[in-house]
Structure formats: structure tokens, C-alpha cells
């Protein structure tokens, strides 16, 4: 078991809380590319998310992320960095497979390590 601090925790339940919200964009909008390559409004409120998830990593310790290297964390702050600095340059593909492939695996792995 990895030992996390309370700031840890709560930055995972933030996690959480974003891969929840892009879960319910998917069943919401639908869970298909087409559909969120044609709606500006999905790819926004997934990016925001990704964003958010990208901010809260950084937020976590050092020692809990060297704790827990099966996590991509250095990927998730990447994601929120391309979000953030090249955002016309977002590969929409990418993201939606982020989102419907990346996302529900995160969530598993987060559930068991707040449990």
C-alpha cells in the first residue's frame, strides 16, 4: 500500500471528481468520435477536464508519485501542458482516446488506491 498524505488524497479525489465529469460528457454528448470531433462544446468541457486532471498531478508529492510510477502522471501533465500552451495544435484524436480508453482505466486505479 502506498502511504499518501491528506493533501495527496484530496488532489486524488479532485482527480476523480474530472474523470467523473468526462465520463458524464460522454454519456451526455454521446460516446462516439464523430460527435465530439462536431461539437466544439464536447471537446471543450473534455479538455477543461483533461486540463484540470493535468493541475491536480502536479499537485501531488514527489514521494507519492515516485510511490505510484505505474501511473502515468508525467503524461497527464503533458496532456494539460499541450491543452494549455498549443491549444490549436490539440489532436482532438488523441483526446478522445485519452477520454473514452485512458480515463475510465485512471479511474479503476485511483478507486483501489483510495481504498
Not at 28 to 44: I, V
Not at 59 to 80: C, F, V
Request: proline content about 2%; aromatic content about 8%; some cysteine.
Amino acid at each position: 500500500m502506498n502511504q499518501m498524505t491528506e493533501r495527496d488524497r484530496d488532489y486524488l479525489l479532485n482527480i476523480l471528481d474530472h474523470c467523473d465529469r468526462i465520463e458524464s460528457a460522454i454519456q451526455r454528448f454521446g460516446n462516439n468520435l464523430d460527435s465530439f470531433l462536431e461539437d466544439a462544446d464536447y471537446r471543450d468541457v473534455v479538455n477543461m477536464n483533461l486540463f484540470q486532471i493535468g493541475e491536480a498531478v502536479n499537485q501531488l508529492s514527489d514521494e507519492y508519485r515516485e510511490q505510484t510510477e505505474d501511473i502515468p502522471w508525467h503524461q497527464m501533465y503533458g496532456i494539460r501542458n499541450i491543452i494549455a500552451h498549443a491549444y490549436v495544435k490539440v489532436d482532438d484524436e488523441i483526446v478522445w482516446e485519452t477520454a473514452t480508453k485512458d480515463i475510465p482505466a485512471l479511474k479503476i486505479r485511483l478507486e483501489k488506491e483510495l481504498n
